[in-house]
Nanobody, 124 residues
Framework: QVQLVQSGGGLVQSGGSLRLSCAASGRTPGDYVIGWFRQTPGKERTFGQAIRWSDGLSYPEDSVGGRFTISRDNAKNTVDLQMDRLTPEDTAVYYC?????????????????WGQGTQVTVYA
């Protein structure tokens, strides 16, 4: 079983940057895909990006007009989401999730393990 613990997030002014981190523990991370999703109140979770642990392949290559970038750090067993040029529309709870296998799913029901979520608030 994989455990995911998120860190980062918080309050930032429009145009600023934040970095979210998702630390994975438990089963060997090499068997997993890690995805980032976000959710605003009253709406469904939406997919951002996913990365394959074994080789770092990501989908899509960039997200939200190239403002978000996913990366992995094998030494730390973390997957990070670098978010630049943030706007108030990026305000949401962000989740990382893990899916068994090598397919870079964009559907949240394909992910079996979820982080606790972290709030990102962007003010104008």
């Amino acid at each position: 079983q994989v455990q995911l613990v998120q860190s980062g997030g918080g309050l930032v002014q429009s145009g600023g940057s934040l970095r979210l981190s998702c630390a994975a523990s438990g089963r060997t991370p090499g068997d997993y895909v890690i995805g980032w999703f976000r959710q605003t109140p009253g709406k469904e979770r939406t997919f951002g990006q996913a990365i394959r642990w074994s080789d770092g392949l990501s989908y899509p290559e960039d997200s939200v007009g190239g403002r978000f970038t996913i990366s992995r750090d094998n030494a730390k067993n973390t997957v990070d989401l670098q978010m630049d040029r943030l706007t108030p529309e990026d305000t949401a709870v962000y989740y990382c999730a893990a899916a068994d296998g090598k397919i870079l799913w964009k559907f949240d029901n394909k992910y079996d393990y979820w982080g606790q979520g972290t709030q990102v608030t962007v003010y104008a």
